[in-house]
């Protein structure tokens, strides 16, 4: 079966380590997208990439750095300039940019 | 910028009733719209999509009204069960530019 898959689903950090999220599909979708979600709030974009080897800074870029070097995947680092990264971070992926996105599960990272 | 916004953050319905989720979308360039469902601790899955040549669209289930008279969607969920509860929200797009995803309304089904 086709999907997006996020790993791991829970995660902790120290203060002032990086932390990498996984994220793979197997959908054949060009574009792909990192998203945050907060208690209460809406989804926030972080980065996206529409093709291999580019990416786009979102509207909450600082502190997170992203690479796709392969079609599938698309990892977000979370960097210790993060100041608030305990959060629930969702990935996606579409076929066209403007085209529905399938989400993966999710990963919780929470910092302690 | 442009938004997309819910009238209601909680409704409460009995099982049975039909549920009737509304959004408000501010950019009327908006050309695809995107209702997903999105349980606890999951990630959202997608409902149903409407493109803005059409003003009504049928699922299993469900329904998305559009009236982009007054730039407004809506998901009318029948015959509402508890696996329904989940937080539902919308998503606009426009062109070839990202989805602008609402802020979601929780959808609680009494027994």
């Known amino acids: 079966d086709g999907g997006i898959t996020q790993s791991p689903k829970y995660l902790f950090r120290k203060e002032g380590q990086n932390v990498t999220l996984s994220c793979e599909q197997n959908?054949?979708?060009?574009?792909m997208y990192w998203y945050r979600q907060d208690p209460g709030q809406g989804l926030r974009l972080i980065y996206y990439?529409?093709?291999?080897?580019?990416?786009q800074k979102g509207d909450i870029a600082e502190g997170y750095s992203v690479s796709r070097e392969k079609k599938e995947s698309f990892p977000l680092t979370v960097t210790s300039a993060q100041k608030n990264p305990t959060a629930f971070y969702l990935c996606?992926?579409?076929?066209?940019?403007?085209?529905?996105?399938?989400f993966g599960s999710g990963t919780r990272l929470t910092v302690v | 910028g442009e938004s997309v916004g819910l009238h209601l953050p909680t409704l409460s319905v009995q099982e049975g009733d039909n549920s009737i989720i509304n959004c408000a979308y501010s950019?009327?360039?908006?050309?695809?719209f995107i209702w997903y469902k999105q349980e606890s601790g999951k990630g959202p899955q997608f409902i149903i999509d409407?493109?803005?040549?059409?003003d009504k669209r049928q699922g299993q289930r469900v329904t998305v009204l559009l009236n982009k008279t007054v730039k407004h969607l809506s998901l009318q969920i029948a015959a509402t069960q508890p696996g329904d509860s989940a937080v539902y929200f919308c998503?606009?797009?426009?062109?070839?530019?990202?989805?602008?995803f609402g802020t979601g309304t929780r959808l609680l089904v009494s027994p």
């Open positions: 998503a606009e797009g426009t062109g070839f530019q990202k989805l602008v």
């Open positions: 950019n009327s360039a908006s050309d695809y």
């Open positions: 409407i493109r803005s040549n059409m």
């Open positions: 996606a992926s579409s076929m066209e940019v403007n085209y529905g996105y399938t």
């Open positions: 990439s529409q093709i291999v080897n580019d990416f």
């Open positions: 959908l054949n979708h060009d574009a």
